[in-house]
């Protein structure tokens, strides 16, 4: 604690130009004081460890009832989907402490460990929300911790991490513009990774660093989409981490976005309140999905299903062997009220999701597994036909994953056909999940029988799998054999094992997929079998 009073005592960020003299944006003097620190100020920080469960949160802040902003659209309307209590709707403001107070308090009750507040600052606007928010939550934090310090019964507040929403990236400047200038970020230009490293740099300056959600002592940064900038390649996490730490005594824990090139400590996808995301260390998921309420988009409803879907989404998780799940649980949203994936007590749920939360989260932590049901426990095989599912299901028809029905000879079939707009042809399977679930079976025995009529050249099998060198997006399609098609006319049946399967729903939601190759990619398929060994 000496150490960092001392940083917060020297002001050496006074000294640097401002923006409107700066050369780039790493000349400006960032907004916070807690800037220049050494490894020193870093010793005895609080702290998660790598493979530690823990179960973080993004904080939407963004929220002020006194103008309306993300309360009320500009004609006036209902700008909310779900909506925090009525008796809070008069406090409810980034500016107040005791909303962020109130905020974190539930956090904690729900059993999440880390906040990662969404931040939209650009560099050199420091009066705008997303700057002037974080001295109010961090006056909040405080507050908490020092009641917890008093009297231990008390929660202490969760620790504060970085969620950096990297829509801003389409706002770029240089120094001194305006907002006529604004363009799209390349961050395979210096300034384009100036102004990358910059709002990082902005954004910790302005939390304490006993504050910060660490893993292994480094500070946890999650990036949203690499879509927002006009391009990104491998240079730029390097030369953000090596920035950092010569500016704040220590690496960072990032998180990517799947999308993002360059050298991360894990990978997530955003959309878990959809459906549950599987990343390598990240799991994402959250209740269920409604933006009504946001002006201009196609209607899209995830029901909640009176809470039954977010026990889905995290009892799929848990049905996941301890040892093998990801463990890191990224809940979407605490308050994300918008797109309706809070979880933050509300009007329209009370204190539903806090409770449901809070069980599953200690249910995680305490590294506990639940059995999959389902009719097939036990079962030594499992079958689909084009007649009939038992046990193995054939994936929809669609993304890169399309398929007709077929006859031959009176015989019921599937076909594959290219999707519209995709690279590859694919038909996935699905295991149910009462049979096989992240399994540890050494291998599982697969039959295949299909037309030999020359509709494509050879297939193959890609399916998810234990080993996450053997494939690619951490073992999820690992290769299988491959068989060649001929012009017999005939039905055909091929067998195969496949080592070390896995089975978690991580090929595109399913466990298998056949891939046909060359010729029409035509491939006729009336049966498929899965035995264990």
């Given at each position: 604690?000496?150490?960092?009073?001392?940083?917060?005592?020297?002001?050496?960020?006074?000294?640097?130009?401002?923006?409107?003299?700066?050369?780039?944006?790493?000349?400006?003097?960032?907004?916070?004081?807690?800037?220049?620190?050494?490894?020193?100020?870093?010793?005895?920080?609080?702290?998660?460890?790598?493979?530690?469960?823990?179960?973080?949160?993004?904080?939407?802040?963004?929220?002020?009832?006194?103008?309306?902003?993300?309360?009320?659209?500009?004609?006036?309307?209902?700008?909310?989907?779900?909506?925090?209590?009525?008796?809070?709707?008069?406090?409810?403001?980034?500016?107040?402490?005791?909303?962020?107070?109130?905020?974190?308090?539930?956090?904690?009750?729900?059993?999440?460990?880390?906040?990662?507040?969404?931040?939209?600052?650009?560099?050199?606007?420091?009066?705008?929300?997303?700057?002037?928010?974080?001295?109010?939550?961090?006056?909040?934090?405080?507050?908490?911790?020092?009641?917890?310090?008093a009297d231990r019964r008390k929660?202490?507040?969760?620790?504060?991490?970085?969620?950096?929403?990297?829509?801003?990236?389409?706002?770029?400047?240089?120094?001194?513009?305006?907002?006529?200038?604004?363009?799209?970020?390349?961050?395979?230009?210096?300034?384009?990774?100036?102004?990358?490293?910059?709002?990082?740099?902005?954004?910790?300056?302005?939390?304490?660093?006993?504050?910060?959600?660490?893993?292994?002592?480094?500070?946890?940064?999650?990036?949203?989409?690499?879509?927002?900038?006009?391009?990104?390649?491998?240079?730029?996490?390097?030369?953000?981490?090596?920035?950092?730490e010569a500016d704040f005594g220590?690496?960072?824990?990032?998180?990517?976005?799947a999308d993002w090139p360059g050298?991360?400590?894990?990978?997530?996808?955003?959309?878990?309140?959809?459906?549950?995301?599987?990343?390598?260390?990240?799991?994402?998921?959250?209740?269920?999905?409604?933006?009504?309420?946001?002006?201009?988009?196609?209607?899209?409803?995830?029901?909640?299903?009176?809470?039954?879907?977010?026990?889905?989404?995290?009892?799929?998780?848990?049905?996941?062997?301890?040892?093998?799940?990801?463990?890191?649980?990224?809940?979407?949203?605490?308050?994300?009220?918008?797109?309706?994936?809070?979880?933050?007590?509300?009007?329209?749920?009370?204190?539903?999701?806090?409770?449901?939360?809070?069980?599953?989260?200690?249910?995680?932590?305490?590294?506990?597994?639940?059995?999959?049901?389902?009719?097939?426990?036990?079962?030594?095989?499992?079958?689909?036909?084009?007649?009939?599912?038992?046990?193995?299901?054939?994936?929809?028809?669609?993304?890169?994953?399309?398929?007709?029905?077929?006859?031959?000879?009176?015989?019921?079939?599937?076909?594959?056909?290219?999707?519209?707009?995709?690279?590859?042809?694919?038909?996935?399977?699905?295991?149910?999940?009462?049979?096989?679930?992240?399994?540890?079976?050494?291998?599982?025995?697969?039959?295949?029988?299909?037309?030999?009529?020359?509709?494509?050249?050879?297939?193959?099998?890609?399916?998810?799998?234990?080993?996450?060198?053997?494939?690619?997006?951490?073992?999820?399609?690992?290769?299988?054999?491959?068989?060649?098609?001929?012009?017999?006319?005939?039905?055909?049946?091929?067998?195969?094992?496949?080592?070390?399967?896995?089975?978690?729903?991580?090929?595109?939601?399913?466990?298998?997929?056949?891939?046909?190759?060359?010729?029409?990619?035509?491939?006729?398929?009336?049966?498929?079998?899965?035995?264990?060994?």
């Amino acid at each position: 604690m000496r150490a960092i009073m001392l940083v917060r005592a020297a002001p050496l960020v006074v000294l640097l130009p401002s923006a409107a003299q700066a050369a780039s944006w790493t000349d400006t003097a960032p907004p916070g004081r807690y800037f220049r620190l050494r490894a020193a100020d870093h010793r005895g920080m609080p702290s998660f460890r790598s493979g530690e469960p823990v179960v973080v949160t993004s904080y939407f802040y963004w929220y002020d009832v006194a103008t309306g902003a993300h309360i009320r659209d500009g004609d006036g309307t209902d700008a909310l989907t779900t909506h925090p209590p009525r008796e809070a709707m008069s406090g409810l403001t980034w500016r107040s402490p005791d909303w962020h107070f109130a905020q974190l308090q539930d956090v904690r009750l729900a059993g999440i460990d880390a906040i990662l507040p969404v931040f939209w600052g650009e560099p050199g606007r420091y009066g705008e929300w997303s700057f002037a928010g974080l001295p109010p939550l961090v006056t909040a934090y405080e507050r908490m911790a020092a009641a917890h310090r008093a009297d231990r019964r008390k929660l202490a507040p969760p620790q504060i991490g970085m969620f950096y929403d990297t829509t801003t990236l389409l706002d770029f400047r240089l120094p001194g513009e305006g907002a006529e200038k604004r363009r799209q970020a390349d961050l395979t230009t210096p300034e384009g990774r100036d102004w990358f490293y910059v709002t990082i740099r902005d954004y910790f300056s302005l939390i304490p660093p006993a504050l910060w959600a660490r893993i292994d002592g480094r500070p946890i940064v999650f990036l949203y989409a690499a879509s927002f900038a006009k391009k990104a390649d491998e240079r730029l996490f390097d030369e953000t981490r090596r920035r950092f730490e010569a500016d704040f005594g220590t690496d960072l824990f990032l998180v990517r976005h799947a999308d993002w090139p360059g050298r991360a400590d894990a990978w997530y996808q955003w959309g878990g309140a959809i459906n549950l995301k599987i990343g390598d260390v990240v799991a994402a998921l959250g209740p269920g999905y409604d933006h009504s309420a946001v002006p201009g988009r196609q209607p899209l409803v995830v029901d909640r299903d009176g809470g039954r879907f977010y026990d889905r989404q995290w009892e799929k998780l848990l049905q996941m062997s301890p040892k093998r799940r990801p463990w890191i649980v990224h809940v979407e949203t605490w308050n994300e009220w918008h797109e309706g994936t809070d979880v933050a007590r509300s009007e329209e749920y009370g204190d539903l999701y806090i409770r449901r939360t809070a069980r599953y989260a200690g249910m995680f932590k305490a590294g506990e597994r639940v059995q999959p049901p389902g009719p097939f426990a036990g079962a030594s095989e499992v079958r689909w036909t084009a007649e009939q599912a038992h046990g193995i299901s054939i994936g929809p028809s669609r993304g890169d994953g399309c398929w007709e029905e077929a006859s031959v000879e009176g015989v019921r079939a599937v076909a594959s056909v290219r999707c519209p707009g995709a690279g590859g042809i694919y038909v996935y399977f699905d295991v149910d999940d009462s049979y096989l679930y992240d399994t540890d079976a050494p291998a599982v025995e697969v039959a295949i029988t299909y037309r030999d009529d020359g509709g494509c050249e050879r297939f193959g099998i890609e399916y998810d799998n234990r080993d996450g060198r053997a494939g690619p997006v951490d073992g999820a399609f690992r290769p299988g054999p491959q068989w060649s098609v001929g012009r017999t006319g005939q039905w055909k049946t091929v067998h195969a094992s496949l080592p070390e399967p896995r089975f978690a729903n991580r090929a595109n939601g399913g466990d298998f997929r056949l891939v046909p190759m060359g010729g029409a990619g035509r491939l006729v398929v009336r049966e498929v079998g899965i035995a264990t060994k």
